[in-house]
């Protein structure tokens, strides 16, 4: 089902046979939310976000490429999610032994000619949003070098779970790990201990994670489990309070109901070759209470 959202650019809704939906817009191939068979909304959406390009909304899942962060001459997070895609009519068969349900769609970023002056690499990105008929949500993206060179980038899935209270919620899966800590220089540090709680604001991306981390959500009885492939870095990002009252399109104590977990490709960037194809994909799921990724 393919609607117009408030700015005229086209939107595809996916919607299973249990009720569960996910939508998609054609502006940043941003996923704006995705919904259970009950119709609960399980993707952060500020209330103060501003649906209008040529910015990236702040909620759902904006695509960070051709960089993660904000360093040299592209803009803070890549431009990928800043543009309009198109419905790949044709896409290429996948090259993955991952089944899919019946629901998704296939759009395509290519590069303009200004994106080529501030990044002079042409590519071609896939993206494929589906939704499977357990009403899990799924991003495939495929990236090919049709340049004449190697290039590199850096790549994430920028999620705004939504949360009952950030005080109730923690991640398991990433104890132990080594993280980059963006509020200190990005110096390096090594996980203590338990799952991840919050007490305040954070920024930091986990290195070298298992393919499977879950958060959960201590009141709503709701566990988000992440699966992902081809992505070996998470990011977790919480603004908290002074944070929050600095940016425009968060409101003040929207803080408490989001959390940012991202699958992304961030230590080592991804380098393709002439011809080359790089795939990343994400799973998320939800269960109820307690979940284990062994399970
Ligand atoms: C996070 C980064 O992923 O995104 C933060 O780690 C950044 O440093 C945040 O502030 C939001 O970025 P933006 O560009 O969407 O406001």
């Known amino acids: ?74 803009e803070q997070h890549g431009f990928a999610r800043n543009k309009l895609w198109v419905i790949d009519e044709n896409p290429p068969r996948m090259h993955t032994n991952v ?40 991003l495939i993206s495929r990236v090919r070098n049709i340049n004449g060179k190697p290039y590199s980038f850096s790549f994430g899935y920028h999620t705004y779970l939504s ?14 790990l080594d993280y ?10 090594t996980e203590q201990g338990d799952a991840l709680t919050f007490e305040s604001e954070v920024d930091r991306v986990y290195l070298n994670c298992p393919s499977c981390v879950a958060v959960l959500d201590h009141e709503k009885k709701r566990t988000f489990v992440i699966r992902k492939e081809g992505l070996p870095d998470i990011v977790v990002w919480n603004p908290w309070e002074k944070k929050s009252k600095a940016m425009a399109d968060l409101g003040d104590g929207e803080y408490k109901h989001m959390l940012c977990v991202d699958a992304a490709a961030i230590e080592k960037p991804i380098t393709l070759r002439p011809g080359e194809e790089w795939t990343g994909r994400v799973e998320f799921t939800v269960v109820a209470s307690s979940f284990c990724c062994d399970d």
């Not at 976000?49 to 962060?69: D, L, N, S, T």
């Not at 970023?109 to 899990?136: A, I, M, Q, T, Y």
């Not at 009952?164 to 132990?176: A, C, H, K, M």
């Open 180 to 189: 980059l800590d963006n509020l200190c220089q990005r110096e390096r540090f």
């Open 163 to 176: 949360i009952s209270d950030i005080s109730e919620v923690r991640i398991e899966g990433l104890e132990t």
């Open 99 to 138: 089944s899919h349900g019946k629901w998704f769609v296939d759009l395509l970023l290519k590069p303009s000619e200004d994106d080529l002056k501030f990044w002079p690499h042409s590519f071609e990105f896939r993206l494929r949003v589906s939704l499977s008929s357990d009403g899990n949500l799924s």
């Open 1 to 74: 089902e393919v609607t117009k959202d408030w700015n005229g650019i086209d939107q595809i809704v996916l919607r299973n046979a249990q009720g569960a939906s996910a939508r998609v817009s054609l502006h940043g191939g941003q996923v704006t939310s995705w919904r259970n068979d009950r119709g609960e909304e399980l993707l952060f959406t500020s209330n103060k976000a501003i649906f209008k390009p040529p910015k990236a909304m702040r909620g759902g899942i904006p695509i960070c490429f051709p960089q993660f962060g904000g360093s040299g001459s592209i």
